[in-house]
């Protein structure tokens, strides 16, 4: 295999260089700076000419300044003459607008894919996207991982194994069933209900076999926190013993935190796709496996 190099955005400086140890690849460090108007800076500190560069920048809060970000250090290195680009995304920003629900919406995820690939971008790698089935339709091939298994892992080896997996919406069903492949205990799911125009999203309280049982909500994001919220109470209601919320994507707004743990959740495990105080699971050896294949 062609060795490749490993640009760590300003974003994900942890994860690409945790990323590139597990490769045992190059790091070209990427210079940054905001100017006082808000505008960014980049500048790669090294050559990438000839490589197949990985650029790792993940596109949590403040979205658009690190989509701004990952864009100019995309066309810095296509301008430098790399042989190919690869970016790893892990959490990717306007994914949740993948269709155009009211008449006239921008369909915000094309826009940014198309903005990739005018930047020299060949291939996108990302964690758990809102919609896997609209990734096909995208103008550039992306990959996207699960990093379910790796949550479940965690709760295994804390001592969760045969607990509930419980997910979010019949949407959501095969992460519960892919948790519970490793926990090897039941599954199921919340029923839930998005309102278009304010993106609120209802629950609804469908009897679940979750007495004296210890749950694990898993949700691939957990933004304001109220879905979560609603869950963790409704279980709870139900006679749950320890509940647990687990997202892949923490993007924890404002107190949703404490809130969710005030609701009685008994903690929140996410990964590192958005570093956060409750990132406990790395999803380097996820991104690894991808980049060698
Ligand atoms: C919904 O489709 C997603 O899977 C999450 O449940 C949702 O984005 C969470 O949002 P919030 O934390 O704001 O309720």
Redesign the pocket.
Known sequence: MRVMIVVPGPASVELGKEIANQMGAQVIPVEFKRFPDGESYIRLDGSVTGEDAVIVQTTGPPQNENLVQLLLTADAAKDMGTRSITVVVPYFAYA?QDSRFRPGEALSVKTIVTMLKTCGVNRIITVNS?NPAMLKALPIPVEDLSAITLLARYFKKKGFDKSYSLS??K??LPTAVEASQVLEGKHGFIP?Q?DRIT???TIEKKPLPVKDRDIIIF????????????AVVWVKEQGAKRVYAA?VHA?L?GD?KERILKSGADGIVATNTIPSSVSAVSVAPLIVEALRK
């Not at 949700?219 to 609603?230: A, L, N, Q, V, W």
């Open positions: 949740r809102h979010m919406g949407k959501g839930t998005r993106g609120n999203v949700d691939d994001i957990i933004s304001s926190g109220g879905t979560m919220m609603k997202c993007l707004i949703s």
